[in-house]
């Protein structure tokens, strides 16, 4: 079984509940109850920040080699939306990428909700979604799935499909982060999460070490890509927090110490 970040685990690494998804052969279950109602994208994007995202997204792509998501892997995730969704938009609710050392990708988890409606906001409601995964440690190959019904009502819309290629393109930023862990002697394999920004606006990464840590050293990070900006609680290992700041230098990020992630 593949699961996204645990509760207990999400717990550890910031005080923000965040949603916790499980992906499985019979399909994706959502165990939380948003807090807040989700929203139609239309009520709550910014098409001005969007365009910032793109702009930054463009120009931190440039000199790279490669894509982080293949060309082809987006346009088959954009047309199984399309396939499958009803909604206005073709929202997507869950997504989640876990970069391998070398910045290559190690896992996808991408979740979009196709009912036309959006359910009531309580833990009786179920909704239906269409799914992508990627595992490289399972031959390496894109799951799509089609439509299937799913416990829970929908979670917060973060991204209209056709915005999927700009989200991609900032994984290239951290890509870049995740390599200059490595070249820093930090090794851990890092994850990022879509979220809503806190003016729900546009979108921020969740960003953090995939793999739970013993003791807890690093906690979640928020990057903020139209700026650059990545929020950080205080990391209390002189040693770790001195390379985690090169690292972030190096991936062309600003970090910015809060006093809790609830300040992000």
């Excluded at 991408?110 to 399972?138: G, L, W, Y």
Aim: net charge neutral; hydrophobic share 40%; proline share 6%.
């Amino acid at each position: 079984m593949v699961t996204s970040r645990p509760y207990n685990t999400l717990m550890k690494r910031s005080p923000v509940v965040v949603i916790a998804l499980c992906f499985s052969i019979a399909g994706v279950f959502a165990f939380e109850v948003p807090s807040i109602a989700p929203k139609a994208l239309k009520e709550t994007q910014d098409p001005g920040q969007v365009q910032a995202h793109a702009d930054a997204a463009k120009k931190n792509a440039e000199g790279e080699k490669s894509p982080v998501v293949p060309e082809d892997w987006i346009k088959q995730i954009q047309e199984l939306a399309k396939k499958n969704s009803h909604r206005e938009s073709m929202p997507v609710e869950h997504c989640r990428f876990v970069f391998k050392k070398d910045g290559s990708l190690a896992n996808i988890e991408m979740v979009i909700p196709t009912n036309a409606i959006r359910t009531p906001n309580n833990a009786d409601q179920n909704h239906k979604v269409c799914s992508v995964e990627f595992d490289a440690k399972k031959g390496g190959k894109l799951k799509l799935s089609d439509e299937k019904q799913v416990e829970g009502p929908d979670l917060r819309e973060l991204f209209g499909i056709d915005q999927l290629p700009i989200v991609c393109q900032e994984l290239v930023a951290l890509r870049k982060f995740q390599r200059a862990f490595a070249a820093n002697g930090l090794k851990y394999t890092l994850e990022g999460y879509v979220i809503l920004a806190p003016d729900e606006k546009s979108w921020i990464w969740d960003v953090g070490p995939s793999e739970e840590q013993m003791p807890n050293i690093i906690y979640s990070m928020y990057y903020y890509p139209s700026t650059g900006e990545l929020h950080s609680s205080s990391i209390d290992n002189p040693k770790v927090k001195q390379k985690v700041e090169a690292a972030a230098k190096a991936a062309g990020f600003h970090i910015i110490y809060v006093k809790t992630m609830n300040d992000r």
